[in-house]
């Protein structure tokens, strides 16, 4: 496999390609133009783009397969030079503003879901991607490229905003040096520019690794898959919870360098006759009540061969309002995209036979 041009800083490349101005425009074709290969970089003298053709390839990752929702969500099936192949998701988060005169207002926003890993270890009870195992931790490139790839696709122009979220295939923590520098790349200033606060990393608490991530100081969100308030069904969901308990995760946020006007994001999937009463709504304002929170409440979606039910409409709204009364944020996400399975945790690994 060749290492990709998108695996690397602008400083990085420039201490590997001279003369330095051809790494500027080189750049701008990785992320202005989304090029896809050396062949479309016009500008770049032919016996160069030979030389590197040899070393690099531009953008590591072909769309092998599209999927839109109904809700404009569209799931990617990407694969990469290894023929491996994953998953990114392009989100609809607001729609565009227009006023009486039909000018518009303001534009829709995305958002884009990556993945950190081909499968994932953390092997949590409740998701399809987690059936299949665990095949390799994508590069730092390889996280770059979804981004690059789905804006070039929905000719989403280099300065418009976009919203990242650590949310797709694999426990991002559990790759963190690949994730840091991917974040790294994204936030350059000639490059996509997608600052920290941009950017959220959601994990399923590794604890040792969120007090990591907090030290590099990248300036990122989380957003923290918590599920449960007791560490009994907390285990049985994520099994890797005895060894990073609800304790241990709570602690380990309380010490994430966040931004004081932000709030930390506790993911909340709720289980018909799992975790879905008030009694452990009570619980969950006990958990939080030190930390800045806002809690999404999450539906669990079924899937084919699921011990697990989606929760009544009426329970969810009863927990919602118990955290409301109880002074926490707390919203319920309706899942985008559920009839293409691009919800959070129904991402996975397809075989050629499926798509
Ligand atoms: S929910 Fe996330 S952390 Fe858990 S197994 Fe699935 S991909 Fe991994």
Redesign the pocket.
Same mark, same amino acid.
């Given at each position: 496999m060749k290492p990709s041009l998108l695996d690397y800083t602008q400083k990085e490349l420039i201490e590997l390609i001279k003369p330095k101005f051809r790494v500027k425009q080189i750049y701008g074709w990785l992320y202005h133009q989304y090029a896809e290969n050396f062949e479309d970089m016009k500008n770049i003298p032919k016996a160069m783009k030979e030389e590197l053709t040899q070393k690099y390839v531009v953008n590591p990752l072909k769309i092998v397969n599209k999927e839109v929702s109904s809700d404009g969500t569209i799931k990617y099936l990407l694969e990469l030079q290894d023929g491996k192949t994953m998953e990114a998701v392009w989100l609809k988060m607001k729609e565009q503003q227009v006023d009486c005169n039909g000018e518009i207002t303001q534009e829709a926003r995305y958002s884009i879901c990556v993945s950190t890993q081909v499968g @994932?270890k953390?092997? @949590?009870s409740f @998701?399809l991607?987690?059936k299949g195992g665990f095949t390799r931790d994508l590069t730092a490139g390889e996280i770059v490229a979804q981004v690059v790839t789905l804006k070039r696709d929905n000719n989403h122009k280099h300065n418009r905003k976009i919203n990242i979220v650590y949310m797709g295939?694999?426990?991002p923590l559990d790759n963190l040096a690949n994730l840091a520098k991917a974040i790294e790349i994204f936030k350059e200033e000639e490059g996509l520019a997608i600052g920290g606060k941009r950017q959220t990393v959601s994990t *399923?608490g590794l604890s040792n690794q969120i007090d990591k991530l907090g030290a590099m100081d990248l300036g990122v969100h989380i957003a923290i *898959?918590l599920h449960a308030v007791d560490d009994e069904l907390r285990t049985e969901l994520?099994p890797m919870n005895k060894a990073h308990n609800i304790d241990s995760i709570i602690e380990a946020v309380k010490r994430f360098p966040i931004d004081t006007r932000k709030r930390v994001m506790f993911e909340y999937l709720v289980i018909k006759n799992k975790n879905d009463d008030l009694g452990s709504a009570k619980k969950l304002v006990k958990l939080l009540s030190d930390i800045k929170a806002k809690v999404n409440l999450i539906y669990f979606n079924p899937y084919p061969g699921t011990e697990y039910d989606r929760p009544e409409r009426k329970d969810m709204v009863a927990f919602q309002e118990y955290l409301i009364n109880h002074g926490l944020l707390c919203t319920i996400r309706d899942s985008k995209g559920i009839d293409i399975s691009a919800a959070c945790?129904q991402l996975k690994e397809k075989t050629e036979g499926e798509i």
């Open positions: @994932c953390v092997g @949590c @998701c991607t987690a295939m694999g426990e *399923s *898959s994520i945790g």
